[in-house]
């Protein structure tokens, strides 16, 4: 059997074998812990189970457990000691995660086809840690879970202590909610008094009579987790998509001027044979090309230079 005992923010591991082993500060207590006093724990390990018995009241999981009542400890639990000291169960993660992934649906038939066992499955159950159910689990298969000593009841309680009809779990969506269905012998959850309906949560015990039940939430699929996404950028809003072609508003009309183009000269058959539309539509202007500009230009220039020149050599003689 693995325990672990986180003493001074340390965490030790112990293997224990079968039986009973005290706990305590005295020197004849099996594992001493200074500072604790003299066999304050009595554990016994039977079956892969562990139970305690303290001398004094102490804290196991959400709710204070009286004195000298042996009680089941279910994986991990904590109890929690004098001194900041906590012993607990560790989860064996190997076989948490060999689990077959039983449907709650399912937890009935595959239960008495005895293909799974109660721990194995993925559904809500409740496990009796005090009275003389000890050590059984009970899977939640139903909506409306009726809990009590009577025959038809899903959690059927061994507890004289206990009403026929004691308290309802009803699930509503993926939580679940305790209602006590009688006054006579009281119902307590996590220790207060339950007087009306009240969320339940995993790790809350249930306390009826002298029993006590351990609530264990379902454990989901792995297809059914929630993925988590790191919130991001503000999301523009959609723009709407364009309307169809053919719903599409024209645009507006924008008057351009036109730009001419410079078109060299054709011969007259190529405008013989032209189509009969261009005839009626005007051709464009045609402009003088600005190479044939610069060279009158230049040619100009030149011949007045030479005209200078002249001049000035017939005065000159």
């Avoid at 986180?6 to 293997?15: A, G, L, R, Y």
């Avoid at 009577?150 to 959690?155: G, K, L, T, Y």
Wanted: hydrophobic share 40%; proline share 9%.
């Amino acid at each position: 059997m693995h325990l672990e005992i986180v003493f001074d923010n340390e965490v030790m591991p112990v293997d224990l074998r079968d039986g009973q082993v005290k706990v305590g500060g005295g020197p004849k207590d099996d594992i001493r812990l200074g500072g604790l006093p003299h066999g304050l724990l009595t554990l016994t390990l039977e079956n892969g189970q562990v139970q305690v018995q303290s001398i004094r009241s102490l804290r196991i999981g959400k709710a204070l457990f009286p004195a000298n009542v042996p009680r089941l400890v279910v994986p991990g639990e904590e109890l929690r000691l004098p001194n900041d000291v906590v012993l607990r169960q560790p989860v064996d993660q190997q076989r948490r995660e060999s689990r077959k992934l039983a449907a709650t649906a399912f937890v009935a038939k595959e239960l008495l086809s005895g293909d799974v066992s109660p721990e194995d499955t993925r559904a809500a159950t409740f496990t009796c840690v005090t009275g003389y159910d000890k050590g059984l689990t009970f899977p939640i298969t139903a909506d409306d879970c009726t809990i009590g000593r009577a025959e038809d009841s899903h959690v059927k309680v061994r507890d004289r202590a206990v009403s026929r009809l004691h308290a309802r779990l009803l699930r509503r969506g993926k939580r679940f909610f305790l209602r006590p269905s009688s006054d006579m012998n009281g119902t307590f959850l996590n220790g207060s008094r339950l007087k009306a309906e009240a969320p339940i949560q995993s790790g809350d015990v249930l306390e009826l009579g002298q029993t006590m039940l351990r609530f264990n939430g379902p454990e989901r699929a792995p297809e059914e987790q929630t993925a988590v996404v790191s919130p991001g950028p503000a999301k523009q809003e959609a723009k709407p998509p364009p309307p169809p072609a053919e719903e599409a508003a024209a645009p507006a009309e924008i008057a351009v001027e036109p730009i001419p183009v410079p078109v060299a000269d054709e011969p007259a058959a190529a405008l013989d044979a032209a189509p009969e539309a261009s005839s009626t539509q005007p051709l464009p202007r045609r402009r003088v090309p600005s190479e044939l500009l610069f060279m009158g230009v230049g040619a100009l220039l030149a011949a007045s230079g030479l005209a200078v020149t002249l001049g000035l050599y017939f005065l000159t003689r």
